[in-house]
């Protein structure tokens, strides 16, 4: 299992960042040979659960994404003049240990270190369940903020453009 897990993460985490033609379809994954955070992490979770392997869990997770943890979103950020705003991330945990094969570029700090809230959840949910969870975030942060639901919705999203444009 350990092998074919190793090689499967790879294959996975090799492939392009990109949202898929159906943001909740992870099966487009090795169809359309790209992925998001939620594809890429959905589609491995599936195969973990059709082979038994109990240890890989699927994690929602809301971070402030900044310039430091997630490079290509500074200037952005900077021209609304943000420092971070809420982003909604899966990832996987195997045997408790964090495993990211969304395949963007490290940033100067880890976005594990900016995880406000986190949830495990099932391939199922990275659809209209993850966009609900997230938009209800963003709706309570906008609070602490000069700026609606809106406008800090649209301005994560040309983050993720800023992102796959990379």
């Known amino acids: 299992m350990e092998n074919e897990l190793s090689l499967l993460l790879e294959e996975i985490k090799s ?17 359309e040979k790209k992925g998001s955070c939620s594809t890429k992490h959905a589609y491995i979770k599936s195969i973990a659960t059709q082979n038994g392997w109990e240890n890989v869990k699927l994690i929602l997770c809301i971070y402030l ?67 609900s969870y997230h938009k209800q975030f963003i709706s309570s942060w906008s609070n602490t903020t000069s700026l609606s639901t809106t406008e800090l919705w649209g301005i994560r999203e040309e983050c993720i453009r800023a992102l796959s444009a990379r």
């Open 15 to 31: 492939l392009p960042y990109g949202r898929n033609s159906d943001r909740s379809d992870y099966t487009l994954v090795p169809i």
């Open 65 to 131: 994404m900044n310039a430091d943890n997630t490079p290509g979103v500074a200037q952005t950020l900077s021209k609304h003049q943000l420092a971070e705003i809420p982003e909604a991330h899966t990832y996987l945990e195997i045997d408790g240990n964090l495993v990211d094969v969304t395949g963007l570029a490290n940033g100067s700090s880890s976005f594990e270190n900016a995880i406000i809230q986190k949830e495990e959840i099932q391939p199922e949910q990275i659809g209209d369940y993850k966009v």
